[in-house]
């Protein structure tokens, strides 16, 4: 079978040369000619991600990484993205069910979509996770995928964070951008793993962070393939499906990517597991956290706060040698516009 | 928002460029310097399939499909490599029980597993569904993913085809082979949509198809994270996650990729739902049936048959004006050592 024994010698040549362009490329980093995180402070946060890249990079190296087995995993929100004061994708959910109220006059008065109509907080906090389930019902499920990424896209043109008056995706962290780019050129594969919702990423993950929809992996809930009107949709159904956090994220990174990441970055303890299985396992590996520290420029918080809390992942990091990125010294800006 | 602001157009450049590039190549085949389909006779068959990615790549044309959106999903059993006389999964849960047989005596006398041993295939169909669930429980979970992983690797080495006294690997068809590596060649991104494992194929598409891991979807059991003897593990639970198959297969492909494809492969009524979702959406698209009708080199086989069933498909093709392959005729040779 000519083609089949022949394919893994030209696939081995063929890693070797991408091998040799991404070691080309750190090296180029290395010796300052081009600093491929310039959003980043000098010191041992830099320097630790720098190492790790040059490590598994390094063709005759004893820590070297074949290109297709360089797989990195970032959590979305806190993460990659701003998640205070609230979670971005429940700003989206209590603006819909703002917008919808007018067609619903039957949640008059019935919660959790009256505590939403009040913004009473409060309130809506005490319909726990019933009701959120509810408010999840009534704003994501009801379409086809591609009619609530147009939603999505829609709000997210519109929406402006509540303290920094901007759309959403300028609240990216500028060095997180940096840091995808720069492994990217070093040959790795970049996934996003978080626990909200797969299809809120999806339209605008590309755009803002180069992750392809199929790099997505999050929460979701389930869809029913259907002919309507003779033409074939799929259609998403008021019930949860996969819950892409804590001990789930390691659960859904195996079944979307099939491989363990070598690379995990994350900011809560809902990052916890992956950031355990993922550098847990021998060889090389690298786990980041990046520890809100900065009320000035973005916020601080982490082993009392409701969102995003940082407590058991922040003692296992110490435990486990993953890199604390702290955002007040590591980071030289936080977003773009700074 | 530098970063932001400049993305767009250095991705519409680098789209543009590989367009470029995928319609130089294709050019390359068009004009007759170089054949990428070798094993495919010339016939409406192959010209079908050389005209639609001719229309897709054309960067001026009315057909034009970006890159990224350049997404083919092929299904495995009976698309790309042989499922008769039964489906290769089936093969190795029957060999697997028989292996596991001496170290579980409670097997003798009790059903589905006493059929498999004494290889009475009429009890173990009278076994039906929950037979199937209770072989898959013992055959494909209790063990981490990498362990089953293992486990595949181990029995494709020495497993051989009862017909063709290959391994099963070998029973790929080449004129497939080319195809895939053919759509790559024009920008194409090509996954798997199979209603077999997601974990039975990983192990071995990579080598095989040049498909990784991360673009397998399939059917799958359950996970769960755990601790065990301190290290981060996933264990394979004996139940059933997800069918990938007939109407389940738009559901996994949009879950998985999050993009409907442009393009896609199939040979049973399985695939009739990722056919009619790729196909009836608008645009230039691509349907393509293989049909087996060769019974001297492989097999023969459609309506009636109880792998691989293509009745409903088949009708659909015809009014869907799908590419039908008739085996015999459009195909110079199935397997790469004929």
Redesign the interface.
């Known amino acids: ?4 024994s022949n ?2 010698d030209r ?1 081995t040549t063929l890693k070797l040369m991408l091998a040799t362009t991404a070691v080309g490329l750190s090296g180029v980093a290395a010796h300052g000619q081009a600093d491929p995180l310039p959003s980043w402070n000098e010191g041992v946060t830099k320097q630790a991600i720098t190492a790790f890249v040059a490590r598994v990079t390094a063709l005759d190296g004893p820590g070297f990484v074949p290109v ?1 087995q360089r ?1 990195a995993t970032f959590d979305n929100d806190g993460t990659l993205w701003i998640e205070q004061p609230m979670y971005v994708q429940m700003a989206f959910i209590l603006d819909r069910v703002r917008a919808l109220a007018p067609q619903n006059s039957d949640w008059k008065g019935k919660q959790p979509f009256q505590a939403v109509l009040d913004g009473d907080m409060e309130a809506l906090a005490a319909s726990g996770e019933k009701g959120l389930v509810e408010l999840m019902a009534v704003t994501h499920a009801g379409m086809t ?1 591609e009619e609530f990424h147009e939603i999505v896209s829609d709000w997210l043109a519109t929406a402006r964070h509540p303290r920094f008056k901007r759309p959403y ?2 609240l ?1 962290y ?1 060095p997180m ?2 840091l995808l780019a720069y492994l990217r050129a070093n040959g790795f ?1 970049t996934f996003i793993a978080s626990g909200g919702g ?2 809120f990423m ?1 339209p605008w993950a ?3 962070y ?1 992750i ?5 992996v999050g929460s ?1 809930i ?6 309507r009107d003779g ?2 949709t ?1 259609f998403r159904l008021p019930e949860i ?1 996969f819950i892409d956090d804590k ?5 859904g990174i ?6 363990r990441p070598i690379a995990a970055f994350g900011n809560s303890d809902g990052d916890l ?1 992956m950031l ?2 993922t550098t ?2 021998g060889g090389v590996r690298f786990g980041l956290i990046v520890h809100h520290t900065d009320p000035e420029r973005e916020y601080a918080y982490d082993r009392q706060s409701h969102v995003g809390q940082l407590d058991k992942a922040l003692d296992a990091a110490a435990l486990n040698k993953w890199t604390v990125v702290d955002i007040k010294d590591d980071w030289k800006r936080v ?3 700074q």
């Open positions: 079978m000519h083609k089949l394919a893994p696939r297709d797989v995928p995706i300028e990216v500028q951008l940096e594969k797969i299809e999806r590309e755009r803002v180069g392809p929809p199929e790099q997505v979701s389930k869809t029913r393939f259907e002919m033409r074939p799929l499906n001990a789930g994220k390691p659960v195996n079944q979307h990517i099939g491989r597991e355990q299985w847990m396992s977003f773009a516009f």
